[in-house]
């Protein structure tokens, strides 16, 4: 991609960063695959891919603009419903999102390949800086930001086009949330990320301000006092530990934590020979393909459940065992050893309920990451009455609003842990919600 | 199996495909390839005095993807030597006997009939056509379709070649005329032993939306040329199906006009074609098409029951009827298969938007629900289905004896009450 004019930002990865050496595991089309492709589409009315979308994108029009060679306007459909419509073409699991609704499917035929289609209109709308939107007039009322992930940015974008002037709070230095620190990059590296994210701000009006973090640099209240709504959009929080003895010794590492130092410094594997992923959800699962494709020679999965319970999509295990991928399905931690850094890992096994059997097994492991989840970070809001929080996820309405008036909340701290594509469709909702209550 | 050794007015082919006069017959190289492929016969391009041509000359029009499912072109007719056309001729026919050759010609006078008919005649030509159909560039110095568009002009000339010819003569058509009809009498009239048609429609197959220029362009400029492709086909076969119902008419036709395959094929021998004649397709994909156009048409006929090409020709054509004698008071209405559907609701949008509003989503399914009281029976939710016998118009026994508007005019006749007319 031509990053020319986003060389601030993109120059500061390092070049030989973790994640250098992925190349796409869906390579991009060209514009006769894509003609191609496009006109295979049935346009089918009240398509049920679009119905998949949590951003409804219309993915019927915006194909049949592709075959048309109408690419500009195709790229204007996504984007118009989905601001982050780069970004989501790469990492959204179009298996069981649009391209799993595809019709074709029931036919039988291989179905539209979605997302490749709207990897190639977006790639062209931002290589080519397609600029479709501009920043409404000044509304004179002011947003706060918390979080500079998916969810905000496409809260703060659709914002600046009511003429919002919004303001991102953002703890890290870097910006772009998981989509810069957590995509697996054979699906899209950092630097995409942030050219998306340079992209974006070109609508102007939306201040960053990294290395702040509300709550301990700025109070809520003051956000409450001097913003006219706030959006909290601060995703997810640490890596779970499991609180077995051992955990702390060096290279038990937490996946997401793992994952962001890939994404943005060199990593040394070499002395790895034995990585073991605890979990069985989608950040094990890219852990596994990211270790074996960056020539870890044994990586394997430990599971509490079998392969058929696992959270993780199937798709997503195939692709790690084409790599080489072993499981221990139905295992758990319960200690890890080593001299100053970790050896081997003693592995409980359990049965169907995933109840411990009384059996145990040592394997080797010079390096473990703990894919067990993320800390929930809805309990920095509870000093604010009126706002609920179950579980640390924080209860908000369809549109995001929390019961307490001018908060908002949208993505993994409102969902839980879901998709880039449901941060954008939450921070959308939330976006209109707010707009709305200005009056 | 069945016999496809062709008969068309007295010009015998092994079977009834044949190159058309075009590009793909320009060259005894070329005609001795597609016999060895296996065409039947070859209609030599147009012989003439030779002409010049311009470059570009070809148009294609892109339709779903499909590319050059609409062709046209701004070539003429020969610009090799008379002589050695006709040396290749003789060549062709002593290597293939028992291949049809007929040799296109177009001039202008008499005696220059005269000449070049007795000269293809010596090289060894099976048959002869007259090529009264090029709807470009010949036809502005009084030739082609000039001639095609005139039946007076035609009846004469067709005599002419008729007088000076001891082997058939078919006359080739344009459909550039408003009736068929008196241009297939006037060669009748001229003494012609059958006609080919369609020769090519008078287009413009598209603009150059960048340098607002018309295709296929020559420098700044285009011009119009012959329309041709799998996209004439229903012009070619309502023309050859005019001629072939004509009481008055009952000559062979060799049949022109987006045949691709044997169902193509097919399609025009029933509509009273005894040949037919393949250009664009085979300068789509090459003569190696041919085997397929034999062993499908040879399986058609095997399945249905015919021996021979003759017993098919004309077998679609008392079908073919005017409006005013259809029956008003048959009915169909739309089934969907729910097992074979798919859920795109490309039906129903269709329906909605471009007929009666008569197919409806339904809740809990992406299978639609037809609405019978208000389906006019119109075929255009089938026509949309992606699925192949998902939906299928299904005939309704409303009751109703079979009434036509003819009848209904003279007061014979009722007809049910209307569907969809509120």
Redesign the interface.
């Given at each position: 991609m031509a990053h020319d004019k986003h060389a601030a930002t993109s120059n500061a990865l390092p070049a030989d960063r973790g994640e250098a050496p992925f190349s796409d595991y869906k390579v991009a089309y060209s514009p006769t695959q894509a003609v191609a492709e496009a006109t295979r589409c049935l346009y089918c009315s009240d398509a049920p891919c679009m119905n998949a979308c949590p951003t409804r994108i219309d993915v019927a029009q915006f194909i049949r603009k592709i075959a048309t060679g109408n690419d500009r306007g195709s790229a204007k459909t996504i984007l118009d419903a989905n601001i982050l419509g780069m970004s989501c073409a790469r990492v959204c699991p179009v298996e069981t999102l649009c391209v799993g609704a595809c019709v074709y499917n029931t036919l039988g035929h291989p179905p539209i390949q979605i997302g490749r289609l709207q990897r190639y209109v977006t790639d062209r709308a931002l290589d080519e800086d397609w600029q479709f939107y501009t920043a409404g007039p000044d509304s004179g009322k002011k947003v706060a930001l918390i979080g500079a992930g998916p969810a905000s940015l496409a809260c703060a974008h659709h914002l600046r086009r009511s003429g919002h002037a919004c303001t991102i709070f953002e703890k890290r230095d870097v910006i772009g949330g998981l989509n810069t620190t957590g995509v697996a990059p054979y699906k899209m590296k950092a630097d995409a990320s942030l050219h998306e994210v340079d992209w974006l701000l070109e609508i102007g009006g939306i201040d960053i301000k990294t290395g702040v973090e509300v709550g301990r640099d700025v109070t809520f209240d003051q956000l409450e006092r001097d913003y006219d709504a706030v959006f909290f959009g601060a995703g997810l929080g640490l890596d779970s530990r499991l609180g077995v003895p051992g955990e702390d010794l060096a290279g038990v590492d937490g996946a997401v934590a793992w994952i962001e130092r890939m994404k943005l410094q060199p990593v040394d594997l070499s002395g790895v020979r034995h990585a073991l992923v605890i979990g069985g959800g989608n950040t094990a699962m890219d852990c596994m393909r990211e270790l074996l494709g960056l020539k870890v020679p044994n990586v394997t999965l430990v599971y509490r459940g079998t392969q058929a319970g696992m959270p993780g999509y199937a798709h997503e295990w195939k692709a790690a065992q084409v790599l080489g991928a072993k499981a221990q399905w139905q295992a758990v931690p319960v200690a890890f050893e080593g001299d100053g850094r970790v050896q081997r890992a003693k592995l409980a096994l359990l049965d169907g309920n995933k109840q411990p059997t009384g059996e145990t097994v040592l394997v080797d492991a010079d390096l473990v990451l703990m894919a067990i989840g993320q800390g929930k970070l809805g309990g920095m809001l509870a000093g604010l009455s009126g706002i609920n929080i179950a579980k640390g996820v924080v209860q908000a309405d369809e549109h995001g609003f929390t019961g307490r008036p001018k908060w908002y909340v949208g993505g993994d701290a409102r969902n839980g842990g879901k998709e880039v594509v449901n941060a954008a469709a939450e921070g959308k909702q939330a976006a209109l919600a707010i707009h709305k209550s200005f009056g | 199996m069945a016999d496809l050794t062709t008969n068309c007015g007295g010009i015998i082919s092994p079977n009834p495909f044949w190159l058309a006069s075009a590009p793909p017959a320009n060259s005894g190289a070329q005609v001795q390839r597609a016999f060895e492929a296996g065409w039947g016969g070859a209609v030599w391009k147009t012989l003439g005095q030779p002409i010049q041509n311009v470059s570009s000359r070809f148009g294609g029009h892109t339709i779903?993807?499909a590319r050059g499912a609409g062709f046209n072109n701004i070539e003429l007719i020969t610009d090799r030597p008379l002589e050695v056309n006709f040396r290749e001729i003789y060549e062709t026919k002593k290597r293939f006997p028992k291949h049809a050759v007929i040799v296109s010609l177009m001039v202008e006078t008499e005696d220059e009939w005269r000449d070049i008919i007795l000269r293809s005649i010596d090289a060894g030509a099976d048959g002869l056509e007259l090529n009264f159909g090029c709807p470009h560039g010949m036809c502005e110095r009084g030739m082609g379709s000039a001639v095609g568009q005139e039946p007076r002009i035609n009846e004469r000339i067709t005599a002419w070649a008729v007088k000076y010819s001891t082997v058939p003569v078919l006359v080739k058509l344009t459909p550039n005329v408003g009736d068929i009809n008196p241009h297939g009498l006037a060669a009748k009239h001229g003494g012609a032993h059958g006609v080919s048609l369609i020769n090519t429609i008078k287009s413009i197959i598209g603009v150059d939306i960048d340098r607002f220029v018309p295709e296929p362009r020559v420098g700044t400029q285009s011009s119009n040329g012959g329309y041709c492709g799998a996209a004439v086909k229903p012009i070619a076969l309502h023309m050859t199906a005019q001629l072939a119902r004509n009481p008055g008419f009952r000559l062979p036709i060799s049949g022109i006009g987006g045949v691709c395959n044997w169902r193509d094929a097919v399609e025009f021998i029933l509509l009273g074609a005894t040949s037919v004649q393949v250009c664009t397709e085979v300068m789509l994909k090459g003569y190696r098409i041919v085997e397929d156009m034999i062993d499908g048409l040879s399986n058609y006929m095997d399945s249905h029951g015919f021996a021979t090409i003759d017993q098919m020709v004309g077998k679609a054509v008392p079908a073919y009827s005017e409006w005013g004698d259809l029956d008003l008071n048959y009915e169909t209405v739309a089934k969907i298969d729910a097992t074979k559907c798919?859920?795109?609701?490309?039906c129903?949008?269709a329906c909605h938007d471009g007929a009666h509003q008569c197919l409806h989503?339904q809740e809990g399914t992406?299978v639609p629900r037809v609405d019978e009281s208000e389906c006019v029976g119109c075929n255009l939710c089938k026509i949309v289905c992606?699925?192949p016998d998902c939906i299928s118009m299904v005939t309704v026994d409303n009751g109703w004896a079979p009434a036509t508007w003819n009848q209904h005019m003279v007061g014979a006749g009722k007809l049910r009450p209307k569907k969809g007319a509120h």
């Amino acid at each position: 991609m031509a990053h020319d004019k986003h060389a601030a930002t993109s120059n500061a990865l390092p070049a030989d960063r973790g994640e250098a050496p992925f190349s796409d595991y869906k390579v991009a089309y060209s514009p006769t695959q894509a003609v191609a492709e496009a006109t295979r589409c049935l346009y089918c009315s009240d398509a049920p891919c679009m119905n998949a979308c949590p951003t409804r994108i219309d993915v019927a029009q915006f194909i049949r603009k592709i075959a048309t060679g109408n690419d500009r306007g195709s790229a204007k459909t996504i984007l118009d419903a989905n601001i982050l419509g780069m970004s989501c073409a790469r990492v959204c699991p179009v298996e069981t999102l649009c391209v799993g609704a595809c019709v074709y499917n029931t036919l039988g035929h291989p179905p539209i390949q979605i997302g490749r289609l709207q990897r190639y209109v977006t790639d062209r709308a931002l290589d080519e800086d397609w600029q479709f939107y501009t920043a409404g007039p000044d509304s004179g009322k002011k947003v706060a930001l918390i979080g500079a992930g998916p969810a905000s940015l496409a809260c703060a974008h659709h914002l600046r086009r009511s003429g919002h002037a919004c303001t991102i709070f953002e703890k890290r230095d870097v910006i772009g949330g998981l989509n810069t620190t957590g995509v697996a990059p054979y699906k899209m590296k950092a630097d995409a990320s942030l050219h998306e994210v340079d992209w974006l701000l070109e609508i102007g009006g939306i201040d960053i301000k990294t290395g702040v973090e509300v709550g301990r640099d700025v109070t809520f209240d003051q956000l409450e006092r001097d913003y006219d709504a706030v959006f909290f959009g601060a995703g997810l929080g640490l890596d779970s530990r499991l609180g077995v003895p051992g955990e702390d010794l060096a290279g038990v590492d937490g996946a997401v934590a793992w994952i962001e130092r890939m994404k943005l410094q060199p990593v040394d594997l070499s002395g790895v020979r034995h990585a073991l992923v605890i979990g069985g959800g989608n950040t094990a699962m890219d852990c596994m393909r990211e270790l074996l494709g960056l020539k870890v020679p044994n990586v394997t999965l430990v599971y509490r459940g079998t392969q058929a319970g696992m959270p993780g999509y199937a798709h997503e295990w195939k692709a790690a065992q084409v790599l080489g991928a072993k499981a221990q399905w139905q295992a758990v931690p319960v200690a890890f050893e080593g001299d100053g850094r970790v050896q081997r890992a003693k592995l409980a096994l359990l049965d169907g309920n995933k109840q411990p059997t009384g059996e145990t097994v040592l394997v080797d492991a010079d390096l473990v990451l703990m894919a067990i989840g993320q800390g929930k970070l809805g309990g920095m809001l509870a000093g604010l009455s009126g706002i609920n929080i179950a579980k640390g996820v924080v209860q908000a309405d369809e549109h995001g609003f929390t019961g307490r008036p001018k908060w908002y909340v949208g993505g993994d701290a409102r969902n839980g842990g879901k998709e880039v594509v449901n941060a954008a469709a939450e921070g959308k909702q939330a976006a209109l919600a707010i707009h709305k209550s200005f009056g | 199996m069945a016999d496809l050794t062709t008969n068309c007015g007295g010009i015998i082919s092994p079977n009834p495909f044949w190159l058309a006069s075009a590009p793909p017959a320009n060259s005894g190289a070329q005609v001795q390839r597609a016999f060895e492929a296996g065409w039947g016969g070859a209609v030599w391009k147009t012989l003439g005095q030779p002409i010049q041509n311009v470059s570009s000359r070809f148009g294609g029009h892109t339709i779903g993807g499909a590319r050059g499912a609409g062709f046209n072109n701004i070539e003429l007719i020969t610009d090799r030597p008379l002589e050695v056309n006709f040396r290749e001729i003789y060549e062709t026919k002593k290597r293939f006997p028992k291949h049809a050759v007929i040799v296109s010609l177009m001039v202008e006078t008499e005696d220059e009939w005269r000449d070049i008919i007795l000269r293809s005649i010596d090289a060894g030509a099976d048959g002869l056509e007259l090529n009264f159909g090029c709807p470009h560039g010949m036809c502005e110095r009084g030739m082609g379709s000039a001639v095609g568009q005139e039946p007076r002009i035609n009846e004469r000339i067709t005599a002419w070649a008729v007088k000076y010819s001891t082997v058939p003569v078919l006359v080739k058509l344009t459909p550039n005329v408003g009736d068929i009809n008196p241009h297939g009498l006037a060669a009748k009239h001229g003494g012609a032993h059958g006609v080919s048609l369609i020769n090519t429609i008078k287009s413009i197959i598209g603009v150059d939306i960048d340098r607002f220029v018309p295709e296929p362009r020559v420098g700044t400029q285009s011009s119009n040329g012959g329309y041709c492709g799998a996209a004439v086909k229903p012009i070619a076969l309502h023309m050859t199906a005019q001629l072939a119902r004509n009481p008055g008419f009952r000559l062979p036709i060799s049949g022109i006009g987006g045949v691709c395959n044997w169902r193509d094929a097919v399609e025009f021998i029933l509509l009273g074609a005894t040949s037919v004649q393949v250009c664009t397709e085979v300068m789509l994909k090459g003569y190696r098409i041919v085997e397929d156009m034999i062993d499908g048409l040879s399986n058609y006929m095997d399945s249905h029951g015919f021996a021979t090409i003759d017993q098919m020709v004309g077998k679609a054509v008392p079908a073919y009827s005017e409006w005013g004698d259809l029956d008003l008071n048959y009915e169909t209405v739309a089934k969907i298969d729910a097992t074979k559907c798919i859920g795109c609701q490309v039906c129903v949008v269709a329906c909605h938007d471009g007929a009666h509003q008569c197919l409806h989503p339904q809740e809990g399914t992406r299978v639609p629900r037809v609405d019978e009281s208000e389906c006019v029976g119109c075929n255009l939710c089938k026509i949309v289905c992606p699925v192949p016998d998902c939906i299928s118009m299904v005939t309704v026994d409303n009751g109703w004896a079979p009434a036509t508007w003819n009848q209904h005019m003279v007061g014979a006749g009722k007809l049910r009450p209307k569907k969809g007319a509120h």
